[in-house]
């Protein structure tokens, strides 16, 4: 008989501590959770995420055709309609039209004035949004963007809703001559100064 040891006497547990057992597998676990499972921390909330990606333009879309629907000098907003065929590229370069327009000096040959009188002149403070469907360039949806999503509910029209008429925004033109670093600031689909923004939001300029 050999003199070794029988590992596997009586009254001996046979292989590791049932606690040891446990322990490893909820170490197991945790490091699945902690490098598999995304962490919800790096998840930002619905409506305020970043860009999917850079705008694809195309250099040889043509200009596209608009009409001024309404004019609220009151509230410096102007609202055009384009085609509902209108593409990104075309309105993307409508925008960056009207900045040129406004750096020349004949934006108002153009677009009704919205600060008229003005030291600065006419378009001193102007938000310029581009739609598609007319019933949004109206004054009763453009009063529900300028005040903004954070309004009270009481304060804003119930018959539009400010997430439905911010995706309907095809583009925004942002003029602020106080604003000495950043004057113009145009992008694609809307964005506000909280960072609420639309799905189809591109920065343009």
Known sequence: MSDEQN???????????????????????????????????????????????????????????????????DMNVVAIVVPPEATDSQVAGLLRQLKSERLAGTLRDHIPATTPGHKLGDHAVADIYVFSDKHYAEVEALKTLALGAHAPGTLLPRAIPFEVTMEEVRGHYRIDLNDTGAPDKGSLGYTDESGVHSKRYRSIF
Request: no cysteine; net charge neutral.
């Open 7 to 73: 590992p596997y006497q009586e009254g001996k547990r046979a292989g590791a501590h049932p606690l040891v057992v446990v322990f490893a597998i909820l170490l197991g676990l945790w490091l699945f959770v902690a490098l598999i499972v995304p962490s919800s921390r790096n998840k930002q909330a619905a409506g305020t995420e970043g860009p999917a990606g850079p705008v694809v333009e195309d250099p040889e879309a043509a200009p596209v055709i608009y009409k001024v629907q309404t004019s609220i000098t």
